[in-house]
């Protein structure tokens, strides 16, 4: 959800005016986020950079996680040894 309330929505009238001010409410841990609204729809987010990278990192958790999970439900059959990966990776 990128609104939970009212007031985290700006509009890119209001960035261009209050930038300073919204970016003082981020950075200061007042606001979570805002959400830069154009013609009435969401365009942008603006969030804190530490929380942003926090984002991206839980997110490349959840992929390796996910590759993770896929690689357990390889028959045994399909395995490939360490000699085999190394033959494959000096080929390349």
Same mark, same amino acid.
């Given at each position: 959800?990128?609104? *939970?309330?009212?007031?985290?929505?700006?509009?890119?009238?209001?960035?261009?005016?209050?930038?300073?001010?919204?970016?003082?409410?981020?950075?200061?841990?007042?606001?979570?986020?805002?959400?830069?609204?154009?013609?009435?729809?969401?365009?942008?987010?603006?969030?804190?950079?530490?929380?942003?990278?926090?984002?991206?990192?839980?997110?490349?958790?959840?992929?390796?996680?996910?590759?993770?999970?896929?690689?357990?439900?390889?028959?045994?059959?399909?395995?490939?040894?360490? *000699?085999?990966? *190394?033959?494959?990776?000096?080929?390349?």
């Amino acid at each position: 959800m990128l609104l *939970n309330r009212a007031d985290q929505a700006i509009s890119a009238t209001d960035l261009q005016k209050k930038t300073r001010e919204l970016l003082d409410r981020i950075s200061s841990g007042a606001e979570d986020h805002f959400v830069v609204m154009r013609d009435n729809r969401p365009t942008a987010v603006m969030m804190a950079t530490d929380r942003y990278e926090a984002l991206l990192d839980e997110l490349a958790d959840l992929r390796i996680e996910s590759v993770a999970r896929a690689r357990t439900n390889t028959p045994r059959k399909d395995y490939v040894s360490r *000699n085999e990966m *190394n033959v494959f990776l000096d080929s390349l």
